[in-house]
Every structure is written in C-alpha cells, then in structure tokens.
C-alpha cells in the first residue's frame, strides 16, 4: 500500500532549532500532503508535493520528495513552542490518502 | 462556519449497542470519508463516498455502515459495539480533480465500556 510511514517516532526541541522528520511510502503516488494534528484536534493541511516535485517551500516549512527512494521529508525552521504538535504525511494515489502514526513534535521554550 | 463538522464529540456507551456519528461539510466538496485514528494514533482510511456513491471500503467489519443521504453528508452507522472500537472517528472532505486537500472535522471519540 502506500501508506506513508513517518520517523522518528517523537521528536524534542528547543525553539528556534530546526526540526526534520521523514516520511517512507511503498507505491507510486500522484502526490504527497503532509498534515498537522494539535492534541484533541483533527488534521490540518500544511503543504502538498506533486510526484514531478522535488522540493517545495511554504513559509518555514520545507518539503522534498524523492520518488525513487519513495520518501520525503519535511523540515519546520526556526521552531515555535506552537508547532508543538504530531505531524503526518499522507502519500495520496487513486483517490486514497494513507496516513501512518505520525511524529509527535515537542518544541520546548 | 465550521467547515466540516461531526458530532457527537464525545461518545460512551456500553457494549452491544448501536450508535451513529453524523457528519456535514459546507465546502460544497464531491468526496468525503471516515478515518479511524487508534490509540497509538494511527489513523486508517475506513471508507470515501464520492457524489453519494461508494468508492472505498476498505476492510472493516459489516457492523460499520456508512451513508450519505446528499454530497455534504456522511453518517457513520456502528452495530453491536465492541470493546475494540474504542477510538477516534474523523470525517473529512475533500474535491477530486482539484486541489485533493482533505479538510478533517475535529473527531469523535468513542469510548465503548
């Protein structure tokens, strides 16, 4: 499936540092969304990358995909105590978004 | 002005029972769907309508039935309730062809005593 399957885990910083997580999928995909979910809280679209991109921005948000290595990975600059929150990303192919567990982002003051 | 919205919030019930979770977004999208996020938050696709027609079911017990009575509804129907689908339930939306993103409502969750 193309379930996307998001590392690490957990993630703890301190703001103001960079935080990186990374997304593996299995199949081919005609995009891949990344999503943001506060405690308590359903998902929040943060960005979304075609298959024939290899890198997109969105204010302090950076994103790349490698089709060939079936992975992206999303990086959050400069991190706020508000980013604290688990991050998703969903690999999206006929018509199915296969979200995996997420990584929970910490980002201490 | 919620855009999607599924309620109850929260739901507690005993064993055995039957409930529903209902669901409305008033973006005028064509596609909506049922997720099931687990305790470890893992969230699993559960079924999509498009246009009131069914496009995903994927493997889920014949005690969950979805319906859709128009394109901005999307019920949730569950029959003898087991401990094991204790969870958080999110509907979402989203228009095909266009821009794909899903907007989620904000869950509900089903604790089953």
């Known amino acids: 499936s193309q379930q996307g399957e998001e590392d690490p885990q957990a993630l703890s910083i301190q703001e103001g540092e960079n935080a990186t997580m990374n997304c593996s999928y299995k199949?081919?995909?005609?995009?891949l969304q990344w999503y943001r979910q506060n405690s308590g809280r359903g998902l929040v679209h943060l960005i979304l990358?075609?298959?024939?991109?290899r890198e997109k921005h969105s204010g302090r948000l950076r994103v790349t995909l490698d089709t060939s290595k079936k992975s992206s990975s999303l990086l959050i600059t400069a991190s706020r105590a508000a980013d604290t929150a688990s991050y998703f990303c969903?690999?999206?192919?006929?018509?199915?978004?296969?979200f995996g567990a997420g990584t929970q982002v910490v980002v201490t003051p | 002005d919620t855009a999607v919205s599924q309620t109850p919030k929260y739901l507690v019930t005993q064993m055995g029972n039957d409930k529903s979770i209902k669901c409305e977004q008033n973006?005028?999208?064509?596609?909506m769907y049922w997720y099931k996020q687990d305790s470890k938050k893992f969230l699993k696709i559960m079924f999509s309508?498009?246009?009131?027609?069914?496009?995903i079911n994927e493997t889920v017990p014949n005690r969950f039935s979805p319906k859709s009575p128009d394109k901005a509804h999307l019920n949730l129907h569950i029959n003898s309730l087991e401990l094991g689908d204790s969870a958080v339930y999110f509907c979402?939306?989203?228009?095909?062809?266009?821009?794909?993103?899903?907007?989620f409502g904000s869950g509900t969750q089903l604790s089953v005593l």
């Open positions: 979402a939306s989203s228009q095909r062809d266009r821009d794909e993103k899903l907007f």
């Open positions: 199949t081919s995909i005609n995009n």
């Open positions: 990358i075609r298959s024939n991109e």
């Open positions: 969903a690999p999206e192919g006929w018509g199915k978004f296969q």
């Open positions: 973006l005028g999208h064509d596609t």
């Open positions: 309508y498009n246009n009131k027609e069914l496009i």
